[in-house]
């Protein structure tokens, strides 16, 4: 039987909850939960902190850039953020 998104991790039930919500698969990029390929040009964005595995990062994706606008102790801080980002 699969996992519930819950039980797969907080990145998991946040793309879960996304897609329930309506949202477009372009305006978001979730690390290893949510990856549209091919990349699109600008969207939303949570992943691990580049040179620090022990925290995230949610940030802008815009005209092959990453714009980080905050950095997070905790995956499910990142999530939150990401999904306040998203749905207000």
Do not use: K
Request: charged share 20%; net charge negative; glycine share 10%.
């Amino acid at each position: 039987m699969p996992l519930s998104a819950e039980a797969a991790g907080p990145r998991a039930a946040l793309a879960a909850a996304l897609r329930a919500a309506g949202l477009p698969a372009s305006v978001y990029w979730i690390e290893e939960a949510h990856q549209p390929a091919p990349l699109p040009g600008d969207f939303l964005y949570l992943r691990r902190a580049p040179g620090e595995p022990t925290r995230w990062e949610t940030g802008g994706y815009e005209r092959g850039r990453w714009t980080p606008y905050a950095r997070h102790a905790e995956e499910s801080e990142a999530c939150a953020h990401l999904r306040h980002l998203l749905l207000g």
